[in-house]
């Protein structure tokens, strides 16, 4: 294939999960936009730590949604329909049981991620009020992370988007309705989440068993040695994912010790990062789709060049994000928060913002081509090693620097973790 041929080809499936991923920053930053404009630094901090709760929850199983992408699209190379079904039914067995554990200990979990962030008093009632009503919606949310695997292995990224519009657009309306329409406040937007998450899933459901997936046994989806074989796989993924809650986790304590104040302008300013990572990650998700492909058929030839435009394709991301950051990051700001005093915090802080997109495109694209190949021990590595100069460099510079501090240790992670895999490349193609 050549390069033309090749761009076109991660072109197919970026777009569509660009378009899909970008509505979920969106929806953070229309939560973000509806606290902020509620007039109190309160309401804003509650969702920003009430999100990191189901961050450090959720993210710990994103390796159904990897798992599943990486799996299927090799199955999907091999032209092997068994393994396609009996990969997602295992997924969803998994992800079914890990949501209803989540709802039967909500309470011990509330409990412990307050007691890992440590938010202040003010802001503790309505992040729990905001956990208790989202916390119904997990077996939704972890069957759509194995969903969009599936899809995306099964080199269908529309199908994920118009799914991922439909959660948004059903989000935004209800929470917009519940919130300013029937003045429920913090419970109108948690409602509105809950009530599109399950919407979401049932649809998704749908349009999966009309793709003709076979139904597999009982006896085979929870044969010991294939869910042993799937946790094995996933394994380093889940470690990795690890190591990715204790920074976020350990970013938002830092930020909630300086206050509300900053707590809530550090929340505005993450929506830059956000906004970012999704579309970046469309890129990704097409690194995984292909490359897993690839891996399957045995086409090494295919698979370099489609790690090497994946790489140009997230150079030239990361260089218009940064100008447009540059141009219009103080409007974005304001955009974000009616608040004064949230709006000057933010500001004073907006550079480091503008220096992600160059600082971490490799880390995202590299992170697709691993999962498709299954390369998965290197991608934990990469973070294991970023997330211990994030703590070194936190160390060192928040004494002198404060919040400064903060966000400069948060830049140098990112940038170690494309840098670790660009130096050990050659163990993935």
Known sequence: MTTKGMFRAIMALAIPSVIANITTPLLSMVDVAIMGHLGSAVYLAAIAVGGTMFNMLYWLLGFLRMGASGLTAQAYGRNDRSEISA?????LLISTTAGLLFIIFQRPLCSLVFSVIDPDTATIGPAAEYFSICIWGAPAVLGMYVLNGWFLGMQSPKTQMWIAILINVVNIAISTLLVFGLNMGLRGAAFGTLTAQWAGFAVGMTL??????????????TKAEEIRKFFKVNSDIFLRTVCLVGVTMWFTRIGASQGALMLAANAVLMQFFTLFSYFMDGFAFAAEALCGRYHGENNRQALRKAVTVTLGCGALLATMFTLVYVIGGDTLIDLLSDSHDIRSQAHEYLWWVVSIPLMGFTAFAWDGVAIGVSGTRLMLWSVVWASAVFFVVWWLAFPEMGNHGL????????LTR?????LCRRKLI
Do not use: K, Q
């Open 87 to 91: 990969t997602i039914w295992r997924a």
């Open 208 to 221: 999966c068993l009309r793709r003709r997936v076979e139904i597999t046994p009982w006896n085979v989806i």
């Open 407 to 414: 966000w400069l240790a948060f830049v140098c992670y990112l």
């Open 418 to 422: 494309g840098v670790v895999f660009s």
